[in-house]
């Protein structure tokens, strides 16, 4: 397998098990689930699983012959489309980041509502001890280069950031501004909306973790 085109899938969205996949079929043009799972070097059940996944996003075809073989629809120009509906996902989201960066000042003013609080605190040491009482794998942790000492350690998955967050399985906590940073008051919103809780999470896999 070609190291470098299995980087380049998966920078485009694709699972280790689909990048193998959609490699294999770009090679090989057709093939069957047996031809596909030696060459891509993955068991045979997951490369059945794969190819039903990758079959309902639209990125390939079924012949049907006996045994089943498969193909890359549009092979020829099938980097261009992956790369043209990522290139408009992406730009989605960096809008629904700004959005929500955009928020947060506001919500800092609503105090309590349905889905958002607030945590207000004299420290940073205040703010970090009462997240990590909260925290749950998986947990993605931000941080700037001013709080990296304050929220480095939290996290099963961390990385540089241009705002702090942590992000746990049922809530998302966002300093207003850096921990790092002296202030008179630390001021946190707390998500427990979903749909906010997604925004990021794709944020942070997408773009910063691509990075």
Excluded: C
């Amino acid at each position: 397998m070609d190291d470098f085109a299995l980087n380049t899938l998966r920078k485009l969205g694709f699972s280790d098990y689909q990048a193998r996949v959609v490699y294999a079929l770009l090679r090989l043009r057709e093939a069957d689930v047996r031809e596909i799972s030696k060459f891509a070097e993955i068991p045979r059940t997951k490369a059945y699983e794969v190819l039903k996944e990758l079959r309902r996003k639209g990125y390939v075809v079924e012949i049907r012959t006996r045994p089943m073989r498969y193909s890359i629809v549009d092979p020829d120009g099938f980097i261009e489309k992956v790369y043209a509906r990522k290139k408009k996902e992406m730009e989605t989201l960096e809008k629904e980041v700004e959005s929500l960066k955009r928020l947060l000042p506001a919500l800092s003013k609503q105090g309590e509502t349905a889905e958002n609080y607030i945590i207000r605190t004299s420290s940073p040491e205040g703010v970090v001890e009462l997240i990590r009482g909260r925290v749950k794998p998986p947990t993605i942790v931000g941080y700037t280069r001013e709080s990296r000492n304050y929220l480095k350690g939290l996290g099963d998955t961390e990385v540089n950031s241009p705002i702090d967050f942590v992000l746990t399985p049922e809530e998302l906590f966002i300093p207003l501004n850096p921990l790092g940073v002296p202030q008179r008051e630390y001021v946190v919103v707390v998500f427990t909306n979903p749909y906010v809780m997604e925004i990021v999470r794709r944020w942070v896999e997408e773009v910063l973790l691509s990075e």
